[in-house]
């Protein structure tokens, strides 16, 4: 029997029209909006920066309040993985945002408050967001901008109906330990409808994933922390994970060894500094750089900062089989440098295609070339979605849902294991379990195995 809220989340998922909010509606918004975002970033040198510097000590590149972030540097030891020991930059933001997205019903459907928000790194004008997506700096107004709408409805959660709230981890490469508060709040009052907001309800957002760099990965990220009742599934969407699969985990980071400590930025050795980027001296992985943006609709007008860019377009793809009792996918094991714990659980393969030309050849993802080299027939879902884009720029990835040919797809590994879907919604329901990259996937998953849809 499936929970309250799980039927309802159900019964949004299978609403790709409704009377409040019809789909050609939303194409014909999402055009005006298009139409009349007049935001542009540009690639500045590190002096243009303003209220930001390279520290004389340290050589990190802080805000001049000391809040927002720091771009540090990170000192890594892997013993028995390809690179045993590296050094990098990192972006260290301690502070826990919160990315909230308001649920309410209308006609007796879950309908979401999504916004058309334009972010520095964003690579064509504005994307589907959550209602709230702010740093801890930016709703106490740090920056002395206006207020960032809705954010009470978070803070003050209690007064209405929690319907998921948990902090989650970000990109471990690219940030340290990140966490960032998940949160979607059901409201029965009125609203005020702001402009740049609109009410949709899920199965619109499942249809909507299907469009390169619409759906930006905050949203993704929320929205998968909502239970959800797969199709086929074998007594509901509620299936915790088992011990097995805990056990799994907690072995894996026992056995995987990794030390990470930060260090000052002018420590970081293989890196070229030069007036417009930090660069790694192979010309792979990113490069840390600066970016002036204005725009209408953000707190402030205008302002520069740090940001990542990454070199190439990343990969990260789910191997999925149907059994007896629903769908599985292949987890495995991501270690990261940045992770809180060791690893947390990632797609089948994940990666950046270009960059293992720097690695050792034993680096590169076992699957990733035959999921890659997959026949069309089994390739379930591929869209290109980009990553947040407040901290990196151009920053995109190629997310495939690809079903594992007639021999069922590979064994299990010490490193990789087939996880029922219901599990690994159990487990994005819980901090620190799966990956940022893994809850796209599994939103992507929802659109391709909803409980509308025949397994």
Avoid at 183 to 195: A, K, N, R
Wanted: overall charge negative; charged content about 25%.
């Amino acid at each position: 029997m499936l929970t309250s809220l799980a039927a309802r989340v159900a019964l949004s998922a299978a609403a790709t029209e409704t009377g409040h909010a019809p789909l050609a509606d939303f194409h014909q918004w999402w055009k005006e909006q298009r139409a009349a975002d007049d935001s542009a970033s540009r690639v500045i040198p590190f002096a243009d920066l303003r209220m930001w510097s390279f520290r004389p000590d340290t050589g990190d590149l802080v805000h001049d309040t000391g809040r927002f972030f720091t771009v540090e540097g990170l000192r890594v030891r892997r013993p028995g993985w390809p690179v045993p020991h590296w050094s990098q930059p990192i972006i260290h933001q301690p502070e826990v945002g919160i990315l909230g997205i308001l649920a309410k019903e209308f006609d007796g459907v879950l309908h979401f408050l999504m916004q058309a928000k334009t972010e520095p790194g964003n690579i064509a004008g504005p994307q589907l967001s959550p209602t709230v997506q702010a740093t801890r700096s930016n709703y106490t107004r740090v920056h002395r901008g206006n207020p960032v709408p809705y954010v009470e409805y978070f803070r003050n959660a209690a007064r209405h109906r929690v319907l998921a709230d948990v902090r989650q981890s970000e990109q471990g490469s690219w940030f340290y330990r990140k966490r960032n508060r998940n949160m979607v709040v059901e409201v029965t009052e009125d609203v005020e409808l702001l402009d740049g907001f609109r009410w949709v309800p899920l199965g619109q957002l499942h249809r909507l994933l299907a469009e390169d760099d619409l759906v930006n990965m905050d949203s993704r990220t929320v929205l998968a922390c909502l239970p959800f009742p797969f199709a086929g599934a074998d007594g509901g969407s509620h299936r915790p994970a088992d011990t097995a699969v805990l056990g799994w985990i907690t072995e894996a980071r026992t056995r995987h060894e990794l030390l990470a400590e930060r260090v000052p930025l002018r420590e970081v050795t293989g890196w070229r500094h030069e007036p417009d980027r930090i660069t790694h001296e192979s010309g792979a992985f990113f490069d840390v750089m600066a970016v002036a943006f204005q725009g209408r609709g953000r707190e402030i007008a205008a302002w520069t900062q740090p940001m990542v860019r990454p070199h190439g377009t990343g990969v990260s793809a789910f191997l999925v089989r149907r059994t007896g009792d629903g769908v599985q996918v292949l987890a495995s094991t991501r270690v990261e440098a940045g992770s809180a714990d060791v690893l947390e659980l990632g797609p089948t393969a994940q990666g950046t295609p270009e960059n293992y030309a720097a690695l050792p050849d034993d680096a590169r993802p076992p699957l990733l070339d035959a999921i890659l080299g997959a026949p069309a027939e089994r390739v379930l879902f591929d869209t290109v979605m980009s990553e947040e884009g407040g901290r990196f720029f151009h920053a995109r990835t190629r997310y495939l849902i690809v079903e594992a040919g007639p021999d069922g797809g590979p064994e299990d590994t010490a490193d990789l294991r087939w996880i029922p879907l219901e599990e690994l919604t159990d487990l994005a329901r819980h901090s620190f379990y799966v990956n940022v990259d893994a809850r796209t996937l599994m939103v992507c998953l929802q659109s391709v195995y909803g409980p509308d849809r025949a397994v």
